[in-house]
């Protein structure tokens, strides 16, 4: 390798570098890497699909705490 050969090299070398170190610590963990993850799961459905399965599950502890209170009235009354 000649002499302009390396100085190239070690331009993109430091270049690679620099690029590499910017996309490492790019926006991962900021407020606003949250907030587009967000964006992304609520324009896929994700959240929604969350929020079913906890309002299914709160349904199903409702419907058991129902079951319950009738099973007690009806032991009351006997």
Same mark, same amino acid.
């Not at 070398?13 to 490492?24: D, P, W």
């Not at 129902?66 to 209170?69: A, C, L, P």
């Given at each position: 390798m000649n002499k302009d050969q390396r100085k190239i090299v070690k331009r993109l =070398? $430091?270049?690679?570098? +620099?690029? +590499?170190? $910017? =996309? @490492?610590g790019g926006c991962e963990g900021t407020d606003t890497r949250?907030? =587009?993850?967000?964006? =992304?799961?609520?324009? @896929?459905? /994700? /959240?929604d699909l969350e929020r079913y399965k906890q309002m299914k599950d709160n349904l199903g502890e409702i419907q058991t705490q129902?079951?319950?209170?009738y099973r007690q009235l009806?032991?009351?009354t006997n």
């Open positions: =070398v $430091l270049i690679f570098l +620099a690029c +590499a170190s $910017l =996309v @490492a949250e907030q =587009v993850d967000d964006t =992304v799961e609520e324009m @896929a459905g /994700k /959240k129902q079951t319950d209170r009806d032991e009351d």
